[in-house]
Antibody
Framework: QVRLVQSGAEVKEPGASVRLSCKTY????????VTWVRQAPGQGLEWTGW????????KYAQRVQGRVTMTTDTSTNTAYMELRGLRSDDTAVYYC???????????WGQGTTVTVSS | SYVLTQPPSVSVAPGKTATIMCGGD??????VQWYQQKPGQAPVMVIH???DRPSGIPERFSGSNSGNTATLTISRVEAGDEADYYC???????????FGAGTKVTVL
């Protein structure tokens, strides 16, 4: 069974960094990209970026470009997203998903809530 | 940047058909996905490649895409279909994924 299991909720102060994890099960991790999508409270979905271990490619949304790094660890089948210089408008639920925008993200993690507050 | 336009809400009676449109410049030339999101839950892909249903998605869900509009159609609507629905594409020009703002489907 394909599953993506994300790390627990985080509360951070403005300016801090956060590293989220997304452990995958049930498929060949290196054959698929991992896409990250976030959702601010009461708002819609926002594409944040994706990472393909197979192609060695990473793309980031403009809103987080320069502050975000998405990586994968094929030894543990885990994807990571690090976001630095946190701002209040980074408060959101962050989802990881198997696949990419060209073909569709067919399995999603349960989401990680990140709260940025002083 | 590429913009996808969706109506904020659609209301439909049980057993009837819900039609959700997603407008974008020459969207017919892109591959569209549709995601269903119920409150407090992660999104679920209900349509990819414009019209294909992933395994486990009921046949009541169908999609089309032509010109400047993609459409998600839910036939014989059930109470359990009440959710937010988002269209999504890859924009080659910006190398970015793009979501529509979402449409809340209410079953009367």
């Amino acid at each position: 069974q394909v599953r993506l299991v994300q790390s627990g909720a985080e509360v951070k102060e403005p300016g801090a960094s956060v590293r989220l994890s997304c452990k995958t099960y049930g498929y060949t991790f290196s054959h698929y990209a991992v896409t990250w999508v976030r959702q601010a409270p009461g708002q819609g979905l926002e594409w944040t970026g994706w990472n393909s271990a197979l192609r060695g490619t990473t793309k980031y949304a403009q809103r987080v470009q320069g502050r975000v790094t998405m990586t994968t660890d094929t030894s543990t089948n885990t994807a990571y997203m690090e976001l630095r210089g946190l701002r209040s408008d980074d408060t959101a639920v962050y989802y990881c998903a198997k696949g990419e925008s060209r073909n569709g993200m067919d399995v999603w993690g349960q989401g990680t809530t990140v709260t940025v507050s002083s | 940047s590429y913009v996808l336009t969706q109506p904020p809400s659609v209301s439909v009676a049980p057993g009837k058909t819900a039609t959700i449109m997603c407008g974008g410049d020459k969207i017919g030339g892109k591959s569209v996905q549709w995601y269903q999101q119920k409150p407090g839950q992660a999104p679920v892909m209900v349509i990819h490649y414009d019209r294909d249903r992933p395994s486990g998605i009921p046949e009541r869900f169908s999609g089309s895409n032509s010109g400047n509009t993609a459409t998600l159609t839910i036939s014989r609507v059930e109470a359990g279909d009440e959710a937010d629905y988002y269209c999504h594409v890859w924009d080659n020009d910006s190398d970015h994924g793009v979501f529509g703002a979402g449409t809340k489907v209410t079953v009367l």
